[in-house]
T-cell receptor, first 110, second 117 residues
Framework: DQQVKQNSPSLSVQEGRISILNCDYTNSMFDYFLWYKKYPAEGPTFLIS?????DKNEDGRFTVFLNKSAKHLSLHIVPSQPGDSAVYFC?????????FGAGTRLTVKP | DTGVSQDPRHKITKRGQNVTFRCDPI?????LYWYRQTLGQGPEFLTY????????KSRLLSDRFSAERPKGSFSTLEIQRTEQGDSAMYLCASSLVGGTGVFGELFFGEGSRLTVL
């Protein structure tokens, strides 16, 4: 029962360009969406979030967009930097638990 | 603030043995979560505590799994009669609900990797 899906297991972009990571969800009860970043041998760390009452949230180089009607959210990183290379997990919360997607491995090439 | 700590970081055991993992959350956090992550997958929810009360358990948490948070501080996750399918990274996370900060943000530990031979 995959309620949160990240259909691209990997993404490779050139340094300085935009990275766009996508996520789809199925449960309309989710009301809060988050992106986590994970480096090897570390736990996921919170990156940015968005409430279901908004359609955009920006924090420096990171912007999350939410399209509720399509049950879709995306994370834009611009400009991408080599240090952004990591696995990015999309997460959705509601009813006191949080569901994660399978992750997208982002590689930013110098 | 020392963050969420988990112990041990890696456990290798033989099938049929019992294992126990410990999680120490961020001290002022009232919620504690356990997740399991296998290769190529995102974290899967197992259970969570609000203070010492276990409020929700996933159907993934079979009767061989038990979690406790006796005093509302640290938590333990025990797996009895381990099976090879239990091999995974077990992640603990904590959050503060009802306080300031980003609602729903979980702070994760580095995880405890279990290998069942």
């Amino acid at each position: 029962d995959q309620q949160v899906k990240q259909n691209s297991p990997s993404l490779s972009v050139q340094e300085g360009r935009i990275s766009i990571l996508n996520c789809d969800y199925t449960n309309s009860m989710f009301d809060y969406f988050l992106w986590y970043k994970k480096y090897p041998a570390e736990g996921p760390t919170f990156l940015i979030s968005i409430s279901s009452i908004k359609d955009k949230n920006e924090d420096g180089r990171f912007t999350v967009f939410l399209n509720k009607s399509a049950k879709h959210l995306s994370l834009h990183i611009v400009p991408s930097q080599p240090g952004d290379s990591a696995v990015y997990f999309c997460a959705a919360s509601g009813n006191n638990d949080m569901r994660f997607g399978a992750g997208t491995r982002l590689t930013v090439k110098p | 603030d020392t963050g969420v700590s988990q112990d041990p970081r890696h456990k290798i055991t033989k099938r049929g043995q019992n294992v126990t993992f410990r999680c120490d959350p961020i001290s002022e956090h009232n919620r504690l979560y356990w997740y399991r992550q296998t290769l190529g997958q995102g974290p899967e929810f197992l259970t969570y505590f609000q203070n010492e009360a276990q409020l929700e358990k996933s159907r993934l948490l079979s009767d061989r799994f038990s979690a406790e948070r006796p005093k509302g501080s640290f938590s333990t996750l025990e797996i009895q009669r381990t099976e090879q399918g239990d091999s995974a990274m077990y992640l603990c996370a904590s959050s503060l609900v009802g306080g300031t900060g980003v609602f729903g943000e979980l702070f994760f530990g580095e995880g405890s990797r279990l290998t069942v031979l």
